[in-house]
């Protein structure tokens, strides 16, 4: 059976909900789909409610309610967990289960419609994987599978199945089997309820953990990762690849051990973080030297056209049993590399590894950047970012400067304003083309003395309520809402569109870019040369 998300988190505790999730996974039936953790964040008579959970299927909606451990009932309460430790009193599972279908039913039918309506029939089923419970006039025989018939996963079949016959005599009125379209409908509706997972915007702490639902095309992208064991997937810059690596990651870090890597070192520091409570090995590739000699059962490299070289493969194909070509791994890369700086690009590398994995691709949904800066940069540089799904922006701005301290003037006028009409500090990045803070404008700043270095605050708790300064190679694979490219000088875009790209393509709604003299001819030749290519301009 299809299982949604297909891996189980490693945030997921309990035992038993690990076996029942395993069981569903391993029922040999193509047309049912589960979903595990479904939220209801409306429950009528809980401030959240929460379903273990939920199979749809042919002939039933069933729910799913899972109990581990002890469960005992004294005096009409019921209390769950080892003896002293118990928790509880509590509502019995029985009435758990109902009350979340009921409410799941009143909601989805806000959505789909009626379920009665449409002749949907539903129904729940208890399980307790370690004990049997005794028969009570709360429930009937079908309604429950006790560890006896749970059998360590393996009656779970018949127990569906038993408890889908059960129900259907109890929803006489329904009409069976519910249409394909109609189920696809209620799945939709159900996974932006449960598919969050924290986001990876470069607020420098995580100490508040955000999160954003996946889109459809990332959510297919992710059910690519269950029947693919080598996977390269494509996509431009703000499309969402790191955001998905992280997350491929925390649901394969449930089955094995896994080794993330990457070029950037900041981008490796930052996850580390982000993913140190799955016990996940995040390195930058430059360090892999710590793990030499050992192998994981799952490689995830991210922003991989910076790696795409034979000695660079060579590296990584030692870290997984079976090599690239029978290992168990995931590349990310991002395929305008391959028109922005071609040199660095090994195409013997690219033309090795990919006959070994499926490549997926191109992500096509931009979810990082507004219209104006996708327009912006392909404009720029003809590089394509897929469809903007952030919405409209304000225009990217452009300030012709003459020198360094009319920069940092124009710098403090631009930020000062930003304040004044409520924009945190800590949601402006200032990235530097040149990498040189000695030299640069932000230096003469008046508020120099509150600006962060990324690179030294990334990864850790020191960052305060400050903006941050970083080099454009630094700041690759992160992002924030205001990005303000500083100290460019016209040697700078000379045969270096990547340079120009990542910096760029790192503000989520906000662009703002210092011209210092020449600078704006130069873009100006990057405009009419990409023209050129794509045949506008002759």
């Known amino acids: 059976m299809r299982i949604i998300p297909s891996e189980i988190s490693g945030n997921t505790r309990s035992r038993a909900e690990r076996s029942v ?12 789909v589960a979903l595990h953790t479904v939220h209801l964040p409306r429950h009528r008579k809980k401030r959240v ?46 009435v758990q289960a109902s009350g979340g279908m009921h409410e799941f039913e009143r909601q989805i039918g806000n959505l ?78 159900i996974r932006p309820e449960f598919d969050l997972v924290p986001n990876l915007q470069s607020r420098l702490t995580h100490l508040d953990v955000a999160f954003e639902r996946l889109t459809q095309e990332q959510l297919g992208k992710l059910d690519e990762l269950e029947s693919n064991p080598r996977l390269i997937l494509t996509g431009g810059a703000g499309t969402g690849k790191t955001f998905l690596a992280a997350e491929a990651a925390r649901r394969k870090s449930a089955h094995g051990s896994v080794l993330f890597t990457c070029a950037s070192t900041t981008l490796a520091t930052h996850l580390a973080r982000l993913l140190a409570e799955h016990g996940i090995t995040v390195l930058p590739f430059e360090r892999l030297d710590e793990v030499r000699g050992r ?26 049993p079976g090599g690239l070509s029978e290992g168990r791994w995931i590349f990310l890369l991002d395929q305008n590399n391959q028109v922005l700086t071609p040199d660095t690009f090994d195409p ?40 903007a799904s952030a919405g409209e922006g304000d225009p990217v701005g452009f300030t012709e400067v003459r020198d360094v301290q009319e920069e940092a003037a124009a710098l403090d006028a631009y930020v000062n304003k930003l304040w004044e009409e409520g924009v945190s500090p800590r949601d402006i990045t200032l990235l530097s083309a040149s990498g040189d803070w000695q030299a640069s404008s932000a230096r003469l700043s008046q508020r120099a ?25 630094d700041f690759k694979g992160h992002e924030n809402h205001v990005v303000c490219l500083i100290d460019l000088e016209p040697e700078h875009l000379e045969g270096r569109l990547d340079a120009l790209y990542v910096a760029w393509t790192r503000a989520r709604a906000h662009l703002w870019v210092a011209c210092r003299p020449g600078v704006r001819r130069q873009l100006r030749d990057l405009g009419m040369a990409t023209l050129r290519r794509e045949g506008l301009l002759r």
């Open 21 to 32: 999730f395993a069981a569903l996974k391993a029922i040999p039936d193509e047309r049912s």
């Open 49 to 94: 409610g929460e379903i273990d959970f939920v199979v749809i299927t042919p002939d039933l909606l069933l729910f799913i309610e899972v109990k581990g451990g002890r469960v005992q009932q004294r005096d009409g309460n019921w209390y769950y967990g080892p003896p002293g430790s118990e928790e509880g009193p509590k509502e019995s599972p029985f």
């Open 112 to 189: 789909v419609g009626d379920l009665r309506d449409h002749g949907v029939p539903s129904g729940y089923l208890v399980i307790t994987t370690d004990v049997d419970l005794s028969r009570t006039t709360e429930f009937e025989p079908q309604q429950y599978l006790g560890a006896t018939a749970y059998a360590g996963g393996r009656g779970l079949a018949q127990g569906i199945d038993r408890a889908t016959r059960f129900w259907l005599t109890r929803n006489r009125w329904a009409h069976t089997p519910v249409p394909a379209g109609l189920r696809t409908k209620m799945l939709d509706a």
């Open 295 to 320: 192998t994981f059962d799952q490689l995830i490299v991210d922003e991989a056209q910076d790696l795409m070289t034979l000695d660079s493969l060579e590296t990584l194909e030692a870290l997984i």
């Open 348 to 387: 013997e590398a690219w033309e090795y590894l990919r006959p070994l994995g499926f490549v997926c691709g191109p992500m096509r949904r931009n979810c990082r950047n507004t219209v104006q800066i996708v327009e912006q940069v392909r404009s720029y540089t003809g590089a394509d970012l897929g469809v």
């Open 449 to 473: 003395a509150k600006i962060e270095r990324f690179a030294d605050v990334v990864g850790t708790d020191r960052t305060k309520h400050r903006p941050s300064w970083s080099s454009v190679p």
